[in-house]
């Protein structure tokens, strides 16, 4: 078992919050958590993943073949679309705040009036 996808998971994770801590644009903060949104798939793969293994679909494939877990590929496809649904509604409320406040940046909007 290598320790390698997991360092790069991480990695990623950190890049993405960085990029969310030193945005000044609701745009490019939509974009960094969408690359530390990146990392759970790597991560999710890295722990599906068996050296050697085949699809596990198969009704002729005998019972001491190795296979990968197929529900951890199903977790990172669910993940894969909640994560571009999320990043299409955070955008569309970007596009709002532009119309509505004429500005994108987080620290020159005003205060929310009821």
Known sequence: MSVFPYLVAGWILLIGLYGMVRSRDAIHTIGCL??????????????????GGTSPYFSDTPKSTTVVDPVVQALALTDVVVGATV????????????????????????????
């Open 34 to 51: 969408a690359v530390a949104q990146s990392s759970t798939y790597v991560l999710l793969l890295a722990v599906g993943y068996r050296r």
């Open 87 to 114: 990043t299409a509604l955070l955008l569309a409320l970007a596009i709002q705040l532009r119309k509505r406040h004429g500005t994108i940046d987080p620290d020159s909007l005003t205060g929310l009036k009821g």
